[in-house]
């Protein structure tokens, strides 16, 4: 019985594997498009009925025309390899919210949100194409999908786990699944995400790129952000790469991206 649960378990993973886009990474992806669509478009309506909109119009209007480019341009890509169907999903839109947080978002669907805080460190268009272009990648790579897939594995193992240990004692069963919460979250979910990170750096040079924005950007954009962050953080505990290994990342792929450049 427990080798046909681990044996099922282990088929469901193998046929719900997807590849991401221009980096062929295979990718989990249990979730149905429409089931993320729809709890994107709800999530993003509460977050945008609970912040105001920047009332900054020079700045809204270059996040928009910003955003456009780029949607364009992954459209284009989209078209061009065989992924029409994918459009359908995307509804886009860019807004610019007054808030002093040096972040941005793209919700799946293509909801975009730039907050105000981030534009001292874009500094010009073809900064805040990076950020953008960076943003709109995790998007079209599915990342909200194969995370949540990831952590509908997660728990699915910690409960398998539990049924193969209930011969065991408690204080054993409790051990162990306290090393396995830790492994899965250290040596599965975390480094992961900063996979994804870094995969979205590379496919978002390309759109940017596509867009007519200068790839070469990028680097100096995340060294006015490494100036501008406090302090420091271990990578390893971390989501996100640190500055330094994400920039020497940056200028690998700059090669690539610069094929794409359309001045």
């Known amino acids: 019985m427990r080798k046909y649960i681990f044996l099922s378990a282990l088929a469901v993973v193998l046929v719900s594997c997807s590849s991401v886009l221009i980096t062929g990474r295979k990718q989990l992806n249990f979730v149905p498009d429409a089931e993320i669509l729809s709890m ?7 977050f945008i009925d609970s912040v105001p909109l920047s009332t900054n119009k020079t700045n809204t209007a270059l996040v928009k025309k910003v955003g456009k480019n780029i949607s364009v341009a992954v459209e284009e890509y989209l078209r061009n390899n065989g992924l029409s169907s994918e459009i ?12 002093t947080s040096k972040n941005a978002f793209c919700m799946p669907g293509g ?16 900064g805040l194409a990076v950020v953008m272009g960076h943003e709109i990648a995790h998007a079209i790579a599915k990342h909200s999908n194969e995370r949540l897939s990831q952590q509908m594995v997660a728990q699915f ?3 398998l786990t539990d049924l193969l240990l209930s011969n065991k004692s408690e204080i054993t069963r409790a051990g162990i699944n306290t090393l396995y919460g830790i492994g899965v979250q250290y040596g599965v979910m975390l480094p992961y995400s900063r996979k994804q990170e870094y995969e979205a750096d590379r496919l978002g040079l390309i759109f940017l790129a596509m867009a007519g924005y200068n790839p070469q950007e990028s680097v ?3 060294q006015r952000m490494a100036a501008s ?3 420091s953080y271990i990578e390893f505990l971390s989501t996100h790469p640190s500055d330094e290994n994400r920039i020497k990342k940056l200028q690998e792929s700059l090669p690539e991206a610069m094929k794409y450049y359309k001045k």
Do not use: C, H, M, R
Not at 40 to 46: A, E, V
């Open 229 to 231: 962050s406090s302090g």
């Open 88 to 99: 359908s999903n995307l509804s886009w839109e860019f807004n610019l919210v007054k808030d």
């Open 111 to 126: 909801k975009v949100v730039v907050f105000e805080g981030i534009l001292p460190i874009t500094k010009n268009e073809d």
């Open 220 to 222: 100096a954009f995340w």
């Open 40 to 46: 994107s478009s709800q999530s993003y309506k509460q």
């Open 157 to 159: 193992g910690a409960q």
